[in-house]
């Protein structure tokens, strides 16, 4: 074969190949998964979505994605219906369901078969829902707008459960989407429609049924306490029910329960609102096959999927579809329980402290030692290695020992150092942390121009309850300090950067654009895991990336530099009302800080 010959076969390869992989992206099964009318079919199922309508915090794109993509492959699919399980938006204001109904019309306007239940953060979550009343789920997500449906098949006097009746497969379903907490009213009506569609498979879908086992990677499930209630009351009597879709908490999880005729219940819950930007809009596809007897379930972020692979962030990448045990499998009478394992991240070699000391840094810290050994207390702990002074000197917590901050050898992946300090903080005030002297340089720095802060952490595996608001970095000087009391809290830290009770971090700060404190938040992160966290500010407003990949619950509003008092900085905790503490409860590495944005190419990961 000449050399043209080849160019012409090698171009031919590479043209297939790439007709391949974007049918591996676009759809599951390349020329369609069936015909209408066939016994197979498909569900689509979104879980809650109330970080990407979350105040001024929100991002219809992601979900516009995701139902979008819904439209395109309703056909070869043959996703016969779609249903959303409850908290649409965060905090149940008119403005959100406002941006959030306009996502929603693309599936009004293709004519798309769909239901959703209402969730805690969409309503008043502490009434009944025959004594709620009135709300702005109900202007927007109320039975009127799904009444021209075909697949509509009524709703509760108080318009906050629905029923849908739908085809798949050549067999009929009935599917009820149930309020938050329903009434004696709502049970009564959800017992007359399984009875007046008697032989019907049922599928049970309400924002709260089932919890996670375990905070770890599973995927077992049981039910909640208010699970327990519905089921006791409703499902276990019905033997038509034969699945639940559920979100609320997470992780993904599932279990097999037996009802009152000895029959299998697989209920599910599905939920990744504490994943990566704002979940990222995931969905499911719930593939039947009547034939063979199975329903293959595969979960992925049509938005992720349509972003090209070159352009994806580094954790993007990783959502665009999940393929562990508990968000894909095949269910089976006999079900069989797998996992995949993750590939191990790749180790950069060590770099320089002066390769890290970039134009612009105003702090830079490495935590260097012997492992085990104790940072010294009495005079200065830790150089600043940016040449600018700011060196950092130990304090011990009143509850606090020796043996609270230590040098370890452990260190995230691309972590420049080699080594980290692990804080023994908790909620009795006990740990230690490090903090800056009263002279120091970076004391009277208010980035007006623009900064980035970085740090590398890890939590342990029981973190999170044992330290309520861990502090990884502040400053002393609170709102209060500020002049500030007409809003917020004046005992609030002015700067801080904390873990919250749910393992998600937070840049909380004052700016001078604002009456109040503007902040970010991460999603919620996995223990035993490092991560590089980042805040860049461009002197306009703040983004927060994770390990490199900007997440989506970052504030809109004018956030120009950091009020301060003049006060020091402290890292490993953080204060409130200029009280210091908690200490932060797991490792801390490298941290930096830069009068500049800088972007992600020049982050302490990017080598």
Not at 93 to 110: G, P, Q
Not at 278 to 290: H, N, T, V
Not at 505 to 531: E, G
Not at 551 to 580: C, I, K, P
Request: glycine fraction near 10%; charged fraction near 15%; charge should be negative.
């Amino acid at each position: 074969m000449n050399r043209s010959s080849s160019r012409w076969v090698a171009t031919i390869a590479l043209l297939f190949c790439a007709v391949v992989a974007q049918a591996q992206v676009d759809g599951f099964h390349e020329g369609g998964y069936s015909s209408p009318g066939g016994q197979k079919f498909s569900i689509a199922v979104i879980p809650d979505t109330q970080y990407l309508f979350d105040d001024d915090r929100y991002d219809p794109q992601v979900l516009a994605k995701t139902f979008q993509w819904i439209v395109d492959h309703t056909r070869d699919e043959n996703i016969v219906f779609t249903v959303q399980l409850g908290d649409i938006v965060n905090n149940g204001l008119a403005t959100e369901f406002a941006k959030a109904s306009d996502v929603f019309r693309i599936l009004d306007s293709n004519n798309i078969q769909y239901g959703y239940s209402a969730g805690n953060h969409d309503i008043n979550g502490g009434l009944y829902d025959n004594v709620r009343g009135p709300s702005p789920y109900l202007d927007y997500f109320g039975p009127s707008r799904l009444a021209g449906q075909r697949s509509y098949c009524g709703a509760t006097p108080d318009g906050y459960n629905t029923c849908h009746t739908f085809e798949g497969g050549g067999q009929r379903f009935l599917l009820l989407s149930l309020d938050w907490r329903a009434s004696d009213a709502t049970i009564a009506w959800a017992e007359a429609k399984l009875n007046e569609y008697h032989d019907v498979p049922t599928i049970l879908t309400m924002h709260e049924l089932v919890s996670p086992t375990t905070n770890l990677t599973s995927d077992a499930a049981t039910l909640s306490g208010y699970g327990q209630t519905v089921w006791d009351r409703l499902i276990k009597s019905h033997d038509q029910i034969f699945m639940t879709l559920n979100g609320h908490f997470w992780p993904a999880g599932r279990a097999v329960i037996k009802n009152l005729a000895g029959r299998e219940v697989y209920t599910h819950l599905t939920n990744y609102q504490d994943r990566f930007f704002g979940g990222s809009a995931m969905m499911r596809l719930y593939e039947f096959d009547l034939g063979a007897g199975t329903v293959d379930v595969h979960t992925f972020s049509p938005y992720w999927m349509s972003v090209p692979p070159s352009a994806r962030s580094p954790l993007g990448a990783g959502e665009v579809r999940l393929t562990d045990s508990a968000n894909q499998f095949t269910m089976k009478v006999n079900l069989k329980e797998r996992f995949l394992p993750l590939p191990p991240a790749k180790v950069l070699p060590p770099l320089a402290a002066d390769k890290v000391v970039i134009p612009g840094t105003l702090a830079y810290w490495r935590f260097e030692g012997q492992n085990g050994v104790s940072v010294p207390q009495g005079g200065i702990a830790v150089r600043d290695l940016s040449g600018n002074g700011n060196d950092l000197t130990r304090v011990t917590l009143p509850n606090g020992a020796s043996t609270d901050m230590v040098y370890t050898q452990e260190f995230h992946p691309a972590q420049p150092s080699r080594g980290s300090l692990f804080i023994n903080g908790n909620s009795s005030q006990g740990g230690a942390y490090l903090r800056t002297a009263d002279t120091a340089p970076l004391n009277s720095q208010t980035f007006k121009n623009g900064y980035t802060v970085e740090a590398f952490v890890r939590m342990p595996e029981d973190c999170c309850g044992v330290d309520p608001w861990m502090g990884v970095l502040a400053r002393q000087g609170t709102q209060g300090d500020l002049g500030i009391t007409t809003a917020g809290d004046p005992n609030n830290p002015a700067v801080t950067l904390s873990v919250s009770p749910s393992a998600e971090f937070q840049w909380a700060i004052q700016p001078f654009t604002q009456p109040d404190l503007v902040t970010n938040w991460s999603f919620r992160t996995p223990v035993l895991t490092w991560y590089h966290v980042a805040l860049v500010n461009d002197g306009k407003t703040t983004k927060l990336f994770i390990n490199g990949s900007e997440d989506v619950r970052n504030s809109h509003d004018l956030s120009v530099g950091l009020e301060s008092t003049g006060e020091f900085w402290m890292v490993g905790a953080t204060q409130y009302g200029r009280v210091v503490g908690p200490a932060l409860y797991g490792w801390l590495g490298d941290v930096r800080i830069v009068n500049r944005p800088l972007s992600v190419r020049e982050f302490m990961i990017s080598r």
